[in-house]
């Protein structure tokens, strides 16, 4: 954003952000804020972008719905600590820079900033406090950003070219010559119309990529598993027949010693009576032999019914990733054709729904991560509830509706992916 189109958006945010309460923050990408704020004297709620990515600097109101990261990013972690809650007292612009200064306080605490600067290549955004603005974070650890290391008082960055003159920006978002001129909500609308898809084409899916590439992996990784029990499964099918075997071995026990490789027997259980060629181990006397067979039979039996029942698990499993690779995907095609924009208060909010599918996604992806990490270490890592506190974690609930049955039994209906997730692994 040019300096001329920042001027214009700042005066006109100004005088509706002041005053107004910072509900809740949220960071969408390493280079992506989003700030609810309500109060003020205005109804409902406004929602300021910021937007320090280096092609694509910009502040200003969106009425767009944006997904955030499963887990939040450390910036923002920060963000909610020092400055969630705070009342905006004044937004203002520095003359003849891209910097925009954010001031808020919380009550009974001294002042704090957020310091925005849109300046490119070196766009950053940092959180001060006190009078003379003590750096407390940064957005980006951006090369030579020296200047913005915590505890010394912020240094603004070196001068830039001079600035246009004519709101450039802001003239090709709404296409009007003049966009100066424009009412506060046409000229939002336009800009906000116009910066949307260009962030849905960089940034939209970026963290769904990567979510759906990790669960390709993995499914992949389960049907590595499938196929090496398959094979599991049929070795041990083949020691089935072993007690058979045993048996009639046992009938010529007293004719076999150490070093035989093999003895010819009548198989009484065929129709014909047909000799059959039995192998032997030589390297074991004529009663270890006959232990074996009888061995391999019983852990054959066994076995099979073990591989069968992790086979099923692992299938249940893969198509379970399926499932949530096929709504990562069509979510995936939702945002690309940028149907996102706020709709009013729904009872099963699409943007609610789709964080909750994020977060299941990545918690299979966690889950995946933790088993490999136990597989390779031998042993869980001890959290807060397990073995040693004596606890168990309580069941999750979220995403599902309790139900009282006719009969007097109790019924949980998953309203999503993530209520089901939880039905099916915590209750």
Same mark, same amino acid.
């Given at each position: ?15 509706? $952000?002041?005053? %107004? ?23 409902? @709620? ?15 109101? /969106? ?28 937004? +203002?612009?520095? &003359? ?31 959180? %001060?406090?006190?009078?003379?603005? $003590? ?20 240094? &603004? ?26 009412? $506060? ?48 499964? +049929? ?41 059959? @060629? ?30 069968? @029942? ?31 924009? +706020? ?15 994020? +977060? ?28 040693? /506190? ?10 599902? @509706?309790?139900?009282?049955? $006719? ?21």
């Amino acid at each position: 954003m040019d300096d001329a189109s920042l001027q214009i958006m700042t005066a006109r945010l100004a005088p509706l $952000v002041e005053g %107004c309460f910072i509900t809740k923050i949220h960071q969408m990408t390493p280079y992506h804020l989003l700030l609810r704020l309500r109060g003020g004297g205005r109804a409902g @709620e406004l929602r300021l972008m910021i937007s320090i990515a280096a092609r694509q600097t910009s502040l200003h109101p /969106t009425f767009y719905r944006y997904l955030n990261p499963p887990r939040p990013l450390r910036f923002l972690s920060y963000l909610r600590h020092h400055f969630q809650g705070a009342r905006i007292t004044r937004l +203002e612009k520095l &003359p003849g820079d891209r910097i925009v200064i954010l001031r808020g306080r919380r009550r009974d605490e001294e002042e704090k900033q957020l310091v925005i600067e849109l300046t490119g290549k070196s766009a950053n955004a940092v959180l %001060c406090s006190g009078p003379e603005m $003590v750096i407390g974070a940064r957005m980006l650890d951006l090369p030579g950003a020296g200047r913005l290391l915590p505890q010394n008082p912020w240094q &603004p960055p070196p001068a830039g070219p001079p600035a246009d003159l004519k709101p450039l920006v802001l003239i090709t978002a709404t296409g009007h010559p003049q966009p100066e001129t424009l009412a $506060v909500e046409p000229l939002f609308t336009l800009y906000d119309d116009w910066f949307h898809p260009r962030y849905q084409q960089a940034y939209g899916d970026a963290g769904i990529k990567d979510l759906l590439k990790r669960l390709k992996q993995q499914r992949k990784r389960l049907s590595r598993r499938n196929k090496k029990l398959a094979a599991e499964y +049929e070795e041990k099918k083949a020691h089935l027949d072993d007690a058979r075997l045993g048996d009639l071995f046992k009938t010529r026990l007293h004719e076999i010693s150490r070093g035989d490789r093999s003895i010819r027997v009548i198989d009484y259980w065929s129709e014909d009576l047909n000799e059959i @060629e039995i192998p032997l181990d030589p390297a074991l006397s004529p009663q270890e032999n006959l232990a074996k067979f009888y061995k391999n039979a019983k852990k054959a039996k066994r076995g099979l019914k073990m591989i069968a @029942e992790r086979r099923a698990e692992t299938e249940k499993e893969i198509e379970y990733l399926e499932e949530i690779i096929f709504q990562l995907e069509a979510l995936q095609e939702k945002l690309a054709a940028g149907n996102s924009r +706020e709709s009013g208060n729904q009872e099963n909010d699409p943007e609610e729904e789709a964080q909750e599918l994020l +977060e299941l996604a990545a918690g299979l992806c966690g889950r995946s991560r933790q088993a490999a990490a136990t597989k390779k270490n031998g042993r869980k890592k001890p959290g807060k509830a397990g073995p040693e /506190t004596g606890k168990t974690a309580p069941p999750k609930t979220r995403g599902t @509706e309790r139900i009282n049955g $006719v009969a007097g039994g109790i019924i949980y209906l998953g309203r999503n992916a993530l209520g089901n997730e939880n039905i099916y692994r915590h209750l």
